[in-house]
């Protein structure tokens, strides 16, 4: 099984894969953040791709020394005890089989010495009409596995270490000043920022989501996913900006990444927009506890979002942390405290530089108009 090492936010990974065009996906991803393998890394992810059904006796995780196996019939295993439906739970060790939204996905955490471990298994049988229908469909696994394999335990690390919290929020920068548009898909969010990043001496930090640890804000690596008219939006200049991601696994959407380079580097930001289409276009302040509730209401809004709120529950089932819950929030009230928000009202009509004229005025950023339109 191949290993690589990961270095992202400081925090050290292992990941093993039995699947290289699945390593390979990640490797690429990641190219900046790919490191030899660690003697002793903080996280040890080991990623199981099937395509051919296990026998009904071969427990998924079957591991030296486990004190927990199951497989796809699950049977009573003395050392363990089941939590509900869907878990079993023995001492500092808890498998997840077929987990709420994937009955295909099977996890486990546990430790082992100073290690916190995670196995990801995962069994790939998509039918032949699903196949004619979605040819990339195997991509699409691909990007929604690098969430377990990948963000998922970085985040829940940060989290639990440094108190930092997810954000679904796009974010463009301007030296070390972040301007973030947050809000659930289809809100207008990307748009904006594209049109943002158009203007000269803008670059694009994230498109989806990112971290913050109230103060700062910093990127996580995802694919970029942007449609015809965003491309069309962001012209030539722009699109140089972002290293193509050939990949497939996202419709009707090109795929990229960020640049390799040190753009990981901590960004302060500069303001926060929350945007919905109106008849009249505005920017008028909020509140900061208003605006804490808005983030927190989108987040729960967004299904990836939603996802890794289901694994940190499981998580803090296992190894539960006092004063954990309350301090989720924490991160979020910090950013809108220190950060000026607004609500931004996107009159389509009016076009896109509209809009990016109306965010620049708020942040104080001069930078030159391109003439574009909002599709």
Request: overall charge negative; aromatic content about 10%; proline content about 7%.
């Amino acid at each position: 099984m191949r290993r690589i090492g990961l270095e992202i936010h400081g925090v050290t990974v292992n990941l093993s894969c039995n699947f290289d065009p699945l390593l390979d996906y990640l490797e690429d991803l990641l190219e900046s953040d790919v490191r030899p393998a660690w003697e002793a890394p903080l996280l040890d992810v080991t990623g199981t791709w099937r395509a051919d059904p296990a026998p009904a006796d071969t427990p998924a995780f079957a591991r030296e020394n486990s004190t927990l196996s199951f497989g796809p019939l699950v049977e009573h295993v003395p050392e363990s005890e089941g939590f509900g439906k869907r878990m079993r739970l023995a001492d500092d060790e808890l498998v997840w089989f077929d987990t709420h939204r994937d009955k295909d996905l099977q996890l486990r955490f546990r430790r082992r010495s100073q290690e916190t471990l995670f196995d990801v298994d995962y069994w790939y049988h998509p039918s032949v009409k699903k196949l004619a229908r979605v040819p990339d469909y195997q991509q699409r696994k691909f990007f929604t596995l690098a969430r377990y394999l990948v963000h998922f335990p970085i985040a829940w690390y940060l989290e639990r270490t440094r108190g930092w919290s997810l954000v679904h929020a796009s974010a463009v920068a301007a030296g070390d000043e972040a301007l973030l548009i947050a809000g659930p898909g289809g809100a207008g969010k990307t748009t904006t920022c594209v049109g943002v990043m158009a203007r000269a001496g803008v670059r694009l930090v994230t498109e989806n989501l990112l971290f913050t640890d109230g103060q700062h804000v910093f990127p996580l690596r995802e694919p970029i996913r942007l449609t015809d008219e965003s491309l069309a939006l962001l012209g030539e200049h722009g699109r140089g900006a972002l290293v193509p991601f050939g990949h497939g696994g996202s419709k009707h959407k090109s795929l990229f990444r960020l640049p390799d380079g040190p753009d990981d580097r901590p960004l302060r930001p500069a303001a926060l927009f929350i945007p919905r289409f109106a008849a009249h276009g505005f920017a008028v302040p909020i509140a900061p506890q208003v605006a804490t509730e808005q983030l927190w209401a989108t987040n729960r809004l967004t299904l990836e979002l939603n996802d890794y709120y289901w694994y940190v529950a499981a998580l803090d089932l296992l190894w539960p942390a006092a004063g954990n819950a309350a301090r989720q929030l924490s991160a979020l009230a910090r950013l809108t405290a220190e950060t000026p928000c607004y609500a931004l009202g996107i009159d389509r009509a009016a076009g896109v530089d509209a809009v990016v004229d109306r965010v620049l005025d708020c942040v104080g950023w001069s930078l030159p108009a391109g003439g574009r339109r909002l599709s």
